[in-house]
């Protein structure tokens, strides 16, 4: 009888499908700054990524702004432990951002050069469909 792991490295899923999803804004940090949270900002802000290579940023269920992107392997000279992490690139903006996911969070640091982080989680299915009824103009 043969048997095979589920969890063999085969069946992991690649960073970029760990990526798609919608992830619900937690917590941001910066430089200068104390942690900054829906709760310190009175907005519920989401980010969706889809199969296509689109991301739209919502705040308070308006579609706020959309762009172009894809995943690249970068070189991460902090940390030879791990040596490479993925990078998100959005065509038509500026700014580019680290990421990582563990679990139902997903991590970002902007690749700017400043120290900011922003922390999201997973959002569950029935929010996924309570947010997209809200996406249909009436």
Known sequence: MLFTSACSRDSLPSAEEQLVGRWEW???TGEATTSVTPASTGHRVWVDFDRRGRARFYEDGTL???AAF????????ANRKRPFRHMIIYRGYQSNQFYSVSGNRLYIQDATGKASSHIYRRASHSE?????ANDVPE
């Open 26 to 28: 937690v917590e941001s």
């Open 64 to 66: 706020r702004s959309a």
């Open 70 to 77: 894809s995943v690249r392997r970068a070189a991460h000279a």
């Open 128 to 132: 996924d469909t309570e947010v997209a």
